[in-house]
């Protein structure tokens, strides 16, 4: 029986964690800041600015507006001003999709 609880409760464990998406960031970081404006075309940035990193993270089971909240949370901890979302993408051996980002701090 207790083993019967262990198993099932490590299926839950996995299923639940694998609701969550797996967001990975390279690049610097700065104070933390509070208003993160985001983009999705380049055109639209009327501030000069530089690319302080880049997100990327998988979609699996999520939607795109936890997806997009992720990601603006780990911009304003990170210190970014902005995000300019990229697309999205699909590696040739793999069957997830990933948006990608770029982490953007005005000058």
Known sequence: MKQ????TTTLAVL???SCFPKLS????????TEIVELY???IDIE?????????RQEIGL???????EAMLGKA????ADAILFIGISQEIDSCSETVESKFLKYK
Request: proline share 3%; aromatic share 14%; charged share 25%.
């Open 25 to 32: 960031y390279m690049g610097d970081t700065y104070e933390p």
């Open 15 to 17: 299923l639940l964690s």
């Open 47 to 55: 501030s000069d600015f530089k690319i302080i990193g880049i997100a």
């Open 76 to 79: 304003k901890k990170v210190g």
């Open 4 to 7: 019967c609880y262990l198993l």
């Open 62 to 68: 999520n939607k795109l507006e936890t997806i997009q």
């Open 40 to 42: 999705f075309d380049e």
